[in-house]
């Protein structure tokens, strides 16, 4: 695989911290010049993926969430957001739209399909008591500048 440029960040799964990570991850990838469509997309998506570590990875606790960015050729970007919290015992039913582990009423289960709606891929790999990762893969439209 060949990576044009890279970047990690790690940090507490504090609520707090998902604006900052939805921030970053933009910041990142503007060296693509993406549009502002595309902005919005991706960090629709990671905070999604990190709203669930917050949620639900590490339940009444905090752990350490860490987002790895890949700028692939093609204007290709692929974001790994991953913890070390519970982990999912059945992805498959996770990614269902509406369902939810948390007995809290305002969610709506809908995490995954947002991610999907706004990404040209979503990959999950979990183990219960090891952590999961989330991988959001998304093409951004070619950009030509006269630099």
């Given at each position: 695989m060949n990576?044009?440029?890279e970047?990690?960040?790690?940090?507490?799964?504090?609520?707090?911290?998902?604006?900052?990570?939805?921030?970053?991850?933009?910041?990142?990838?503007?060296q693509l010049d993406p549009t502002v469509s595309e902005v919005s997309d991706i960090k629709?998506?990671?905070?999604?993926?990190?709203?669930?570590c917050v949620v639900h990875a590490y339940q009444n606790t905090y752990g350490k969430i860490k987002i790895h960015v890949r700028?692939?050729?093609?204007?290709?970007?692929?974001?790994?957001?991953?913890?070390?919290?519970?982990?999912?015992?059945?992805?498959?039913k996770a990614m269902e739209p509406l369902y939810t582990t948390s007995p809290q009423e305002e969610?709506?289960?809908?995490?995954?399909?947002?991610m999907q709606s706004f990404c040209d891929a979503v990959?999950?790999?979990s183990k219960v008591g090891k952590?999961?990762?989330?991988?959001?893969?998304?093409?951004?439209?070619?950009?030509y500048r006269n630099d």
């Open positions: 990576i044009l440029n970047t990690t960040i790690t940090f507490e799964s504090r609520s707090s911290n998902e604006s900052f990570a939805r921030s970053a991850v933009a910041a990142f990838v503007s629709t998506a990671v905070s999604e993926a990190v709203t669930n700028i692939l050729p093609e204007n290709t970007v692929s974001i790994k957001i991953s913890d070390k919290g519970c982990g999912i015992e059945d992805i498959h969610r709506a289960g809908l995490g995954f399909a947002v990959s999950v790999r952590g999961t990762t989330v991988t959001l893969c998304k093409k951004l439209s070619p950009r």
